[in-house]
C-alpha cells in the first residue's frame, strides 16, 4: 500500500482539535504523517493522540478569522515544521437564521473564516509547495457546497465558494505537481452536531434521506484524505468528493 504512505509527509491541518478535523488529522497520522494542527484553543489531548500514532505533532493557537495576519501563522507553521507537504483546510463556522434575520455581521464572520481565509491559508502554502515541486492542498465543502439548505445562506454561500475556488487553483497549480481538492462531507457526529443527533424525530427524517441510513463518523473522513493526501491521487485535481453516506445520491 505504498500508493498511501504518508512516511515523511507533514500535514497542517486546521480547526484540528476536534470533531472533522481531529478525525483527519488522526487518519493523516495513522499513514505516517507528522501533523500540525491549527485552533484558535489548542487541545492537548488531540495532540497526545496524535502522537499516540507514533509521529510528531505540533500545535498552533491562532485565530484564523484573522486573515489579515495569515503571514504570521506561515511563519510560526514553517518555524516550527520546516515545510508543509499536506494543507487541510478544516476550520469554519456556521450561523443559523432565516434571511430576514441574517446580519451584515453574521454574513461577514462566517464568509470572512469560512471562505477568505480558507483562500489566503491556500495562497500562502500553495506557493511553498509550488516552489518545493509539489503538494497537496484538501479544502473541506460541505453537502452545501452544492446545495442550498434553510437558515444557512453565509454559510451555503461559502462552502460553495469554497469548492469553486479548489477548481480555480487546480487549474492553476496542477502544473506545478500542486493537487488542489475538496471534500464534501455529509451529516457526521461530532460535538457540533450533538443536538441534531439528539433529535429523534430529525434524525427519522434524515435517514429516510440517506441510503446508509446512518450518520458519519469523523472516522470515516479518514479515507478520503489520505488518499487526496497521497500519491494515489496524483492525476486526480478540482474535485469535489461527496462522503455522504449517498445522500447527493438521491
Known amino acids: 500500500m505504498k500508493l498511501f504512505d504518508l512516511s515523511e509527509k507533514i500535514a497542517l491541518v486546521t480547526g484540528g482539535t476536534r470533531g472533522i478535523g481531529k478525525g483527519i488529522a488522526l487518519g493523516l497520522a495513522e499513514a ?9 484553543t489548542m487541545r492537548e489531548d488531540t495532540l497526545a493522540a496524535i502522537r499516540a500514532k507514533g509521529v510528531r505533532a505540533w500545535g498552533i493557537a491562532f485565530d484564523l478569522a484573522r486573515h489579515q495576519h495569515i503571514d504570521d501563522l506561515v511563519r510560526t507553521v514553517l518555524d516550527q515544521t520546516g515545510r508543509v507537504d499536506i494543507l487541510v483546510n478544516n476550520a ?3 450561523l443559523r437564521h432565516p434571511l430576514d434575520h441574517f446580519t451584515a ?3 461577514h464572520a462566517v464568509l470572512d473564516l469560512n471562505l477568505t481565509s480558507t483562500f489566503f491559508v491556500c495562497q500562502k502554502f500553495g506557493l511553498r509547495m509550488v516552489e518545493q515541486g509539489g503538494g497537496k492542498i484538501i479544502n473541506i465543502g460541505s453537502l452545501l457546497s452544492v446545495q442550498g439548505g434553510i437558515n444557512v445562506p453565509s454559510y451555503a454561500a461559502s462552502k460553495g465558494g469554497v469548492l469553486q475556488i479548489t477548481k480555480a487553483m487546480a487549474n492553476e497549480w496542477a502544473s506545478h505537481n500542486v493537487n488542489v481538492n475538496c471534500i464534501l462531507p455529509g451529516y457526521i457526529r461530532t460535538e457540533l452536531t450533538e443536538a441534531l443527533m439528539n433529535d429523534m424525530e430529525r434524525c427519522r427524517q434524515l435517514f429516510e434521506r440517506i441510503p446508509q441510513h446512518r450518520f458519519g463518523e469523523t472516522e470515516d473522513l479518514a479515507g478520503a484524505a ?3 493526501a497521497s500519491s494515489a491521487s496524483d492525476y486526480v485535481n478540482g474535485i469535489g468528493l461527496p462522503v455522504d453516506g449517498g445522500w447527493l445520491a438521491r
Not at 505516517?32 to 484558535?40: F, K, N, P, Y
Request: cysteine-free; hydrophobic content about 65%.
Open 92 to 94: 469554519g463556522l456556521i
Open 226 to 228: 489520505v488518499f487526496l
Open 32 to 40: 505516517g504523517a507528522d501533523v500540525a494542527i491549527v485552533a484558535r
Open 105 to 107: 455581521e453574521d454574513w
